[in-house]
C-alpha cells in the first residue's frame, strides 16, 4: 500500500472517530427529520455532503502539505523513496479518508430518507429545482462529490504552490487555500447555468457545436478540471521531490484553457458570421493566455536566483536545463504574443476591421512586459510578499488611480490611454508612451539586477 | 592518480567540491571542498551564521546550490538527488514527528516510505527499536514521549534504512546531560557499526566526546578539517621544553622542516605545529640535539576540541585581516 496513504489511514481513522462520525451525522439528520420531514432529512444529507467533501475537505487537503511544513515533518517526506504520484494521491486521498467515509455515510442516509419520504429533490433538470419528485436523483450527490474532488484537488495545488515560496504564517495561508478551492468548486455545485451564466438563465450550452444542457456540461467543466488540479499537483509534487520537471504541462494547460473557453457558445455567438468567430476565438484565446501570463508571474517564485539560472542556461544552449528553468509566464506570454499576432492578422483581413484593434492589443502585450518588469523589479531580492504587494500598489496606482486622476482633470482620453488600455485613439499614442513606461520598467529590473548581481558571477551553476 | 589519492577517495563517502551557495541577498557558501572518510563522525562547528545547516541541506539532497558538486557513496546528489536519499539519513535541528501516531507506526511509515519490502519492514521496526532501545515503547503514542525518546526516535526514523551517511543538525540541543550521555554512546555505535555521521553542534565538550574529526566552518568557508585525535600523519601541535635558557628558541624552530605556527617562545619553552608522523618526530628531535638544543621534553600537545577550534578561527581572523591589509 502506497505509504503515505497507510499513513493517513492511521491518522485519520481511530475507531473513536470511525464511530462519532456517524453517530453525529445520524443524530444531525434526525433532528432534521423530527423538526421537518424525511424530505428535510434528506436535503440536509446533500447538504452535509458537500460541507465534508468541500468545506472541511479542501482544509484537510490544503493541511496535508502545509501542515507538514509546520510540524516539521515535510523535509523527512521530500527525502523518502515515496515517488511524486504516490505521494500526490497518498495526500490527496489519504488526508481527506475521513471526510470521504462521512459524505458516504450521508449519501447513505440521503438515499434511505429519500426513500421514507417517497420524494426526492430534482436538480439535474433545469427550472425543476423547486419541484419534488418520486425518484431519488443521482445528479446532486453526483455534483458535490465532483465539486469535492475538485475542492480538495485545488486546495492541494494551491498549498503545493505557496510551499515553493517558502512562506511564513502557514496557518493561514491552509485557511486561504480553503477558501480559494471552496469558491472555485462551489459554482458547480449549484448548477450549469449560475456557472457559466449568473445573470441570466440558459438552456443550452454548445461546445464547437455540439449540445449539452448547462448542468451534464458543468459536470464534464468539473472532472475535466479535476483532471488537470490532480495533474498540476503532481508536476509542483515532483518539483518539491526534486525531481526534473519542465514546462510542458504548464504548456499543455496554457494550449488547454484557451481552446476549452473559446470554444464555449452561450446564444450571442451563435448569430456571429464564421470570419467574427474566428476572430472572436483567437481573441479569447489572447485574453485567456494573456491572464494565465500574469497569473503565472504573480504566482510563481522569483527571485534574482532563479533568474540567474535561467539567463545562464538560455546563454550556454542547454535544451534539458532551459526546460527545467524556464518560468512558466515565458511559457504562457509565447502563446499569448502568437494568440494575438492571429488576431491582429484576422482582424486586418476582416471587412468590419475595427479602428485601432491592433494597437489595443500590442499594447495590451506592452502593458505586460511593463507590469512584469515591474514586479521583477520589486521581487528580485527574495522579499515576495512585500514586492508582490508594492506590485499591485502600483498597477492599481497605475491602472485605477492615475487614469481616474486624469479624467478628473478633464485630460484627454488619448493621455488616459497611456495608463490605461482601451479600444480606439490613434494608434502611436496608443502604444508609444506604453512602450516607453515598458522600458523604463525593464531598466528599473535591469539596475536591481546589477545591485544584486556581484554575489555570484564567477561560478558556473550547478547542473540540477 | 596516485594510489594515496585513490584510497583518499574511495574512502571518502561524502565529497563536496566547490560547492557555492547563495540566498537571494547574501552567499551563505563559497567554493566549499571537503571529504568526509567512512566510519567517521566529523563534527561540523562555526559561529551562528557560518552556513553549517545550509551545507547540511546541500549534502542531503534539499537545497540546490549555485555552483558545485556533492556526491555521497559515489552518486551525484545534484543530479540524482532521490537516489542519493536512499544513502543518507538526516535529522534536522527543529524535526518534527507524527505525533498521534504510535512509535511503532512511525517506525513502519518510515520503513515503508524508504523502499523497506513488506516483508522486512517489521524486522527493520525491531531491529531499529532494540538499536534505539525504543523496544518497550513501540505502543507508545509519539506525542506522548519525552525530548530524549523523541530524539532517539527522529534518529530511529533516519537510520531505519540504514543509510551510509547520517547528517544530524544540533542533535543534543534541549537535552538533558543524561540524554546527552546516551546519545553521544548511540552515535559512537552507529559509526562502529559503518554509519558516517556528520553532526553540526554548538556543544564542542559534547562532540569531542565522540567526534573523529573536526570541520571548521566560518562565513560560509572551511576554515580547518582535521582529525582530532589518535591520527600521527596529521597536523599536531608539538611542546618542546628546554633545561636551561637558550635565545632565538623560536627562529631556531622555524627554520626546521614541518615545523609552522610557532607561538608561546621563550628562552625555556616553545610550542609549534608540527606535520610530521612519529618517524619526523624523532628526526626532528635528534636534529635538535645535534645542534645542541638542552632539550629536555617534546612532546604532543593535547589540546581540547575548543582551544583547537578558537585557536584556528582567531588565526583565520588574522589571515583575513592580513589579507584585507595586503
Known amino acids: 500500500m502506497n505509504p503515505e496513504f497507510m499513513r493517513n489511514l492511521w491518522s485519520e481513522l481511530s475507531a473513536h472517530r470511525l464511530i462519532a462520525m456517524p453517530l453525529v451525522l445520524g443524530l444531525v439528520v434526525a433532528v432534521a427529520w423530527v423538526g421537518g420531514s424525511a424530505g428535510t432529512a434528506a436535503w440536509v444529507a446533500n447538504a452535509a455532503i458537500g460541507v465534508l467533501l468541500i468545506l472541511w475537505g479542501a482544509r484537510l487537503s490544503a493541511d496535508s502539505v502545509l501542515g507538514e511544513v509546520v510540524d516539521r515533518t515535510w523535509d523527512s517526506q521530500r527525502m523518502s523513496a515515496i515517488g511524486p504520484w504516490a505521494m500526490t494521491w497518498g495526500k490527496l486521498f489519504g488526508s481527506t479518508v475521513y471526510v470521504w467515509y462521512g459524505a458516504f455515510l450521508c449519501l447513505v442516509l440521503a438515499f434511505v430518507t429519500t426513500h421514507i419520504q417517497g420524494t426526492g429533490y430534482v436538480m439535474s433538470v433545469p427550472r425543476a429545482a423547486d419541484r419534488l419528485l418520486p425518484v431519488f436523483d443521482w445528479w446532486l450527490p453526483v455534483k458535490i462529490f465532483a465539486a469535492g474532488v475538485l475542492a480538495q484537488a485545488l486546495a492541494l495545488f494551491v498549498a503545493l504552490l505557496l510551499l515553493r515560496g517558502r512562506p511564513s504564517k502557514l496557518r493561514l495561508r491552509v485557511t486561504l487555500t480553503q477558501a480559494l478551492a471552496i469558491a472555485a468548486a462551489s459554482p458547480f455545485v449549484f448548477g450549469g447555468s449560475l456557472f457559466f451564466s449568473p445573470f441570466t438563465e440558459i438552456s443550452q450550452i454548445q461546445w464547437y457545436g455540439i449540445d449539452f444542457p448547462p448542468h451534464q456540461f458543468a459536470l464534464i467543466t468539473n472532472l475535466v478540471f479535476v483532471g488537470w488540479a490532480v495533474f498540476g499537483c503532481y508536476c509542483l509534487m515532483r518539483l518539491e521531490l526534486q525531481c526534473r520537471t519542465g514546462f510542458l504541462g504548464w504548456l499543455c494547460f496554457t494550449l488547454f484553457l484557451p481552446i476549452y473557453l473559446a470554444g464555449i457558445e452561450v446564444d450571442r455567438l451563435g448569430a456571429l458570421r464564421p470570419a467574427e468567430r474566428a476572430l472572436d476565438w483567437w481573441l479569447t484565446a489572447f485574453q485567456v493566455t494573456l491572464a494565465l501570463t500574469y497569473i503565472a508571474a504573480f504566482v510563481e517564485p522569483k527571485g534574482i536566483l532563479r533568474l540567474r539560472r535561467w539567463l545562464h542556461d538560455l546563454a550556454t544552449g542547454s535544451y534539458e536545463r532551459v526546460r527545467t528553468s524556464t518560468p512558466s509566464w515565458v511559457v504562457s506570454g509565447a502563446i499569448c504574443f502568437i494568440c494575438a499576432v492571429a488576431a491582429i492578422a484576422l482582424s486586418a483581413t476582416g471587412a468590419d476591421a475595427v479602428p485601432g484593434f491592433a494597437a489595443f492589443i500590442v499594447a495590451l502585450m506592452l502593458f505586460a512586459v511593463r507590469d512584469i518588469a515591474l514586479l521583477y523589479a520589486l521581487t528580485l531580492d527574495g522579499r515576495r510578499r512585500r514586492g508582490h504587494l508594492a506590485a499591485l500598489v502600483y498597477l492599481a496606482v497605475l491602472y485605477v488611480l492615475l487614469p481616474a486622476l486624469l479624467a478628473g482633470a478633464g485630460l484627454d482620453d488619448e493621455l488616459i490611454r497611456m495608463f490605461r488600455p482601451e479600444l480606439g485613439g490613434d494608434p502611436l499614442q496608443s502604444t508609444v508612451p506604453v512602450a516607453a513606461q515598458a522600458l523604463a520598467a525593464l531598466a528599473l529590473a535591469a539596475i536591481k539586477w546589477r545591485r544584486l548581481r556581484p554575489l555570484g558571477d564567477s561560478e558556473q551553476p550547478a547542473a540540477a | ?326
Not at chain 2, 562555526?46 to 542531503?60: D, F, Q, S, V
Not at chain 2, 543524561?178 to 554512546?185: H, I, K, V, Y
Open chain 2, 1 to 326: 592518480m596516485s594510489s594515496a589519492m585513490d584510497r583518499l577517495i574511495s574512502d571518502s563517502v561524502v565529497t563536496v567540491d566547490g560547492l557555492v551557495f547563495d540566498y537571494p541577498t547574501q552567499r551563505a557558501l563559497f567554493s566549499v571542498t571537503c571529504r568526509v572518510d567512512r566510519a567517521t563522525i566529523t563534527a561540523l562547528v562555526g559561529p551562528n551564521g557560518a552556513g553549517k545547516t545550509t551545507l547540511l541541506r546541500c549534502i542531503a539532497g534539499l537545497e540546490t546550490p549555485f555552483a558545485g558538486s556533492v556526491s555521497v557513496a559515489g552518486l551525484d546528489v545534484l543530479a540524482e538527488p532521490r537516489r542519493a536519499h536512499q544513502y543518507i539519513g538526516f535529522l534536522q535541528d527543529f524535526f518534527g514527528l507524527y505525533d498521534d501516531l504510535t512509535v511503532r507506526q512511525c517506525l513502519l511509515f518510515h520503513a515503508a516510505a524508504n523502499g523497506i519490502g513488506k516483508a522486512a519492514r517489521r524486522r527493520a521496526v525491531e531491529r531499529t527499536a532494540e538499536r534505539l532501545d525504543l523496544q518497550d515503547r513501540l505502543n507508545q503514542t509519539a506525542g506522548t514521549l519525552s525530548r530524549g525518546l523523541r530524539q532517539r526516535l527522529a534518529i530511529a526514523q533516519a537510520i531505519i534504512h540504514e543509510p551510509d551517511v547520517i547528517l544530524l543538525d544540533e542533535p543534543a540541543a534541549g537535552l538533558d546531560p543524561e540524554a546527552r550521555e546516551n546519545l553521544s554512546a548511540l552515535l559512537r555505535q552507529l559509526r562502529d557499526g559503518g554509519m558516517t555521521l556528520i553532526v553540526s553542534s554548538h556543544i564542542l565538550t559534547e562532540l569531542e566526546d565522540y567526534s573523529t574529526h573536526m570541520l571548521i566552518l566560518r562565513d560560509g568557508r572551511v576554515v580547518e578539517h582535521c582529525p582530532i585525535n589518535g591520527d600521527a600523519t596529521a597536523v599536531r601541535r608539538l611542546r618542546l621544553v628546554l633545561s636551561r635558557a637558550v635565545d632565538g628558541l623560536g627562529e631556531a624552530l622555524t627554520t626546521r622542516s614541518g615545523v609552522s605556527n610557532v607561538g608561546g617562545a621563550d628562552p625555556v619553552s616553545a610550542s609549534f605545529d608540527f606535520g610530521g608522523d612519529l618517524n619526523a618526530q624523532h628526526n626532528l628531535l635528534s636534529d635538535l640535539l645535534t645542534a645542541g638544543l638542552p632539550v629536555a621534553a617534546l612532546s604532543e600537545e593535547q589540546r581540547s576540541m575548543h582551544q583547537v577550534y578558537r585557536e584556528r578561527l582567531r588565526r583565520d581572523g588574522s589571515d583575513e585581516t592580513g589579507r584585507g591589509a595586503a
